[in-house]
């Protein structure tokens, strides 16, 4: 699949449609960029130090206009849970998520239409269950988490759920019970609670 991004309406489609931030390069491994390109921006060293200063320059690429090539089969694999960035815990590499990508989102697009829906895709990345457990086990930091979080577009549905559940140790409880229970059962199940 290929995209034009050449603003405007392309990059709203492209972030409307991403449903995770590998979609915006959080993963590098999995991306094959032009050197020439890639060398062709202008650097901000601010974003040395987030996690994703090479999101910067392929972002900055995409916000002139790059194209770029989607490729369903995987060209490099990875081992999913073993994420380096979360031996701090769980919080700490929420945080850096959500303060990359809001770095990102102020330094690379000033239309606030594509700004608001970049950052939209943290919703899809960072869903509202996964936020209460976050909450669950970091009550004493919450309100500077939630903070954050407004930028990014989560519901007041969204915020009312976390507070509810990420508040109630049964329910957080009921909630893994859930998650096992779903992340072993068959595939098309799996695809069935999704259309629910």
């Excluded at 901000?44 to 194209?67: C, F, W």
């Excluded at 140790?169 to 595939?187: A, G, H, Q």
Aim: glycine share 6%; hydrophobic share 40%.
């Amino acid at each position: 699949m290929h995209y034009c991004l050449d603003g405007g309406v392309h990059h709203i489609d492209y972030f409307k449609s991403a449903r995770a931030l590998g979609a915006v390069f959080s993963y590098l491994s999995s991306i094959i960029v032009n050197r020439s390109s890639w060398n062709s921006v202008d650097y901000d060293s601010t974003m040395t130090g987030t996690a994703y200063s090479h999101a910067y320059i392929l972002l900055a690429l995409v916000a002139d206009g790059a194209k770029l090539k989607y490729v369903h089969d995987a060209l490099v694999m990875n081992r999913m849970g073993n994420d380096s960035f979360a031996q701090d815990g769980e919080l700490q590499r929420f945080l850096l998520d959500i303060d990359g990508y809001l770095k990102l989102a102020s330094k690379l697009f000033v239309d606030e239409e594509v700004r608001s829906i970049f950052l939209n895709i943290m919703t899809h990345e960072h869903p509202w269950y996964r936020l209460a457990k976050i909450k669950y086990f970091n009550k004493d930091k919450w309100t500077i988490v939630q903070d954050r979080l407004y930028p990014f577009g989560y519901s007041n549905r969204s915020f009312i759920a976390i507070k509810l559940i990420g508040s109630t140790p049964y329910l957080i409880k009921i909630m893994r019970i859930l998650k096992r229970v779903y992340e072993s059962t068959s595939t098309w199940l799996q695809k069935w609670f999704a259309k629910i």
